[in-house]
Each structure stands twice: as structure tokens, then as C-alpha cells.
T-cell receptor, first 115, second 110 residues
Framework: ETGVTQTPRHLVMGMTNKKSLKCEQH?????MYWYKQSAKKPLELMFV???????ENNSVPSRFSPECPNSSHLFLHLHTLQPEDSALYLC??????????????FGPGTRLTVL | SQQGEEDPQALSIQEGENATMNCSYK?????LQWYRQNSGRGLVHLIL?????REKHSGRLRVTLDTSKKSSSLLITASRAADTASYFC??????????FGEGTQLTVNP
């Protein structure tokens, strides 16, 4: 509905598993983002890609590894996660501009549970 | 406190009443945005107000911005049960990066 899709919508994984989250945007935007949303906390920006180049990594643990093969696709590779990584992971896209941050379009999120 | 703090944290009203949520921020901004999130879903953009604007309307939404006080308010008039959601303000700090507050949980009772 918003032009940004995420798969899977729900994911349960053990601490030793490796999984990937996928995000796709159909809006022709040039910037994509990964956010983490935990209960009772503000959205945390994890990664930003602009024109397929990673421009920001907010000190995210290395067990989270992003990949942006083109301007429409964004992945988040997960390995050896901890239970505290359980959260809603949101992908967003926007048209990067010079006049400040513009409207971001969010996907529905992936609800991740780490056992 | 964090950039983009909403107040109150939770608000419960009856259908038909107006709902007002406030947001305060610390540093200078280019614009301020309001988003809505239904439980466990993605955020939906509601309205963007630029730093040189003081008030903006969109349907039943009215947003004000006071840059001297570093604050904004979101007013939802004639609320409906379907307006029940969390509402977030977001401020831009550099480039396209947005900083979100913790949100206000609005409950509109039928």
C-alpha cells in the first residue's frame, strides 16, 4: 500500500541461525533505511543507504549486516543474534534531497523474535 | 531529553472530541514531520511543516510549529475510533536523517 514491501512479516530464529530480511521499494527513491523499534523506545536508525552507498551506520553490532545491491532492494543479514535483538524491524525509503529530510515511506515491518 | 519528545505519552478521549499532542525538540531543524503507526505496523507520514511555516492543515489535522520554543503540536479534530494509533514527531538533523520521538499513544473510545 505504501510502495515499500518487507519479507518476511514474522520471523522466529534461534541464536545460532542465519537469516535475512528483505525490503523492496517501488517508488523510485534513492535512499533506503533500516530502523529497529523495540517496546517503549524511540525508533533507532540502524543503517542508511543513499544512491546504494552506505552513508551511516549508527554503531550497530556486526551481527547485523546490511546489503543494498541496487536502489530498489535492501537486505539485513542476521547471524548469532541475541534475545534483546527481538524487535520490529522497519525499512523505509525516501528521495534524498538537499533541503532537509523529506517524507519517508515505511514498509509494514518484520517482527523478529530471537529465542 | 531526546530530540523529538512527544507529550503526553498516552491520551484517551471519546469519539468526536479533539486530540492534541505536543512535540519538543532541542536543535535547529529544516522541517518537522508527524507520523502515525497502527499497532505493529509501519509508520505512515501525515504532514510535514517547514521551519519557515507556522501552521499547516490537512483534512482533520492541524499542525503548528513554534521555532522560538522548539515545539510543535498536532491537533486531530472530531476524532474517530479509527484514529486510535501511536503518533510520532520526527525532526531532521542532517541530510535525510530523521530523529523520532517515543510517540503518543492515542485511544479514541467509541
Amino acid at each position: 500500500e505504501t510502495g515499500v514491501t518487507q519479507t518476511p512479516r514474522h520471523l522466529v530464529m534461534g541464536m545460532t541461525n542465519k537469516k535475512s530480511l528483505k525490503c523492496e521499494q517501488h517508488l523510485g527513491h534513492n535512499a533506503m533505511y533500516w530502523y529497529k523499534q523495540s517496546a517503549k523506545k524511540p525508533l533507532e536508525l540502524m543503517f542508511v543507504y543513499s544512491l546504494e552507498e552506505r552513508v551511516e551506520n549508527n554503531s550497530v553490532p556486526s551481527r547485523f549486516s546490511p546489503e543494498c545491491p541496487n536502489s530498489s532492494h535492501l537486505f539485513l543479514h542476521l547471524h548469532t543474534l541475541q534475545p534483546e535483538d527481538s524487535a520490529l524491524y522497519l525499512c523505509a525509503s525516501s528521495q534524498d534531497g538537499l533541503a532537509g529530510a523529506l517524507q519517508q515511506f515505511f514498509g509494514p515491518g518484520t517482527r523478529l523474535t530471537v529465542l | 531529553s531526546q530530540q523529538g519528545e512527544e507529550d503526553p505519552q498516552a491520551l484517551s478521549i471519546q469519539e468526536g472530541e479533539n486530540a492534541t499532542m505536543n512535540c519538543s525538540y532541542k536543535t535547529s531543524i529544516n522541517n518537522l514531520q508527524w507520523y502515525r503507526q497502527n499497532s505493529g505496523r509501519g509508520l505512515v507520514h501525515l504532514i510535514l511543516i517547514r521551519s519557515n511555516e507556522r501552521e499547516k492543515h490537512s483534512g482533520r489535522l492541524r499542525v503548528t510549529l513554534d521555532t522560538s520554543k522548539k515545539s510543535s503540536s498536532l491537533l486531530i479534530t472530531a476524532s474517530r475510533a479509527a484514529d486510535t494509533a501511536s503518533y510520532f514527531c520526527a525532526t531532521d538533523r542532517s541530510g535525510s536523517r530523521l530523529t523520532f520521538g517515543e510517540g503518543t499513544q492515542l485511544t479514541v473510545n467509541p
